[in-house]
T-cell receptor, first 113, second 111 residues
Framework: KAGVTQTPRYLIKTRGQQVTLSCSPI?????VSWYQQTPGQGLQFLFE???????NKGNFPGRFSGRQFSNSRSEMNVSTLELGDSALYLC????????????FGSGTQLSVL | DAKTTQPNSMESNEEEPVHLPCNHS???????IHWYRQLPSQGPEYVIH???SNVNNRMASLAIAEDRKSSTLILHRATLRDAAVYYC????????????FGKGTSLLVTP
């Protein structure tokens, strides 16, 4: 059974650009959640999608957005990139939601120059 | 938001038990207590979770205080592969609050 797949693995962007990250959950999982990990703030929750609807949202500005497709694959978009957006972005999937066992991908390392 | 407090770091000798504490004094009645760990260059890995009763699985045990304001993750015999950052979090998909892992406890295991 394939695990959670995140693409790309590494990404380099410049300030002001936008970026889209992709996450393919484990087959059958309908919940996908996204996290930002930085050395200073640790691992922080961005948002959760379930059946194509955003169900929970963390405390991040509107520049961070996401969506989920009918096959449960999810994308996260960050617009007008800032230097502080440099981080490891992780996604996790589960059958029903964030209060059950989550399976994480290896993440996308984003560097903003 | 319900929050957790963990020590920044802990150290253990190989093959000895490790008790990783977590305080969550503002926990609500329907919050589940989850533990994850993260090895270098990997995404977090599920360890164990529980609601009120103590829980055991092949990886670890979770001891939950009677008032649920604290919990302890127990690794019965630490190995070098257990060196990781351990996160204690509260999860409740019905509440709608953010699920933040924070910085966790960095466990160092020495041979």
């Amino acid at each position: 059974k394939a695990g959670v797949t995140q693409t790309p693995r590494y990404l380099i962007k410049t300030r002001g650009q936008q970026v889209t990250l992709s996450c393919s959950p484990i087959s059958g999982h309908r919940s996908v959640s996204w996290y930002q990990q930085t050395p200073g703030q640790g691992l922080q929750f961005l948002f959760e999608y379930f059946s194509e609807t955003q169900r929970n949202k963390g405390n991040f500005p509107g520049r961070f957005s996401g969506r989920q497709f009918s096959n449960s694959r999810s994308e996260m978009n960050v617009s007008t990139l800032e230097l502080g957006d440099s981080a490891l972005y992780l996604c996790a999937s589960s059958f029903r939601g964030i209060n059950e066992k989550l399976f994480f991908g290896s993440g996308t390392q984003l560097s903003v120059l | 938001d319900a929050k957790t407090t963990q020590p920044n770091s802990m150290e253990s000798n190989e093959e000895e038990p490790v008790h990783l504490p977590c305080n969550h004094s503002t926990i609500s009645g329907t919050d589940y207590i989850h533990w994850y760990r993260q090895l270098p260059s990997q995404g977090p890995e599920y360890v164990i979770h529980g609601l009120t009763s103590n829980v055991n699985n092949r990886m670890a045990s979770l001891a939950i205080a009677e008032d649920r304001k604290s919990s302890t993750l127990i690794l019965h015999r630490a190995t070098l592969r257990d060196a990781a950052v351990y996160y204690c979090i509260l999860a409740n998909s019905n509440s709608g609050y953010a699920l933040n892992f924070g910085k966790g406890t960095s466990l160092l295991v020495t041979p």
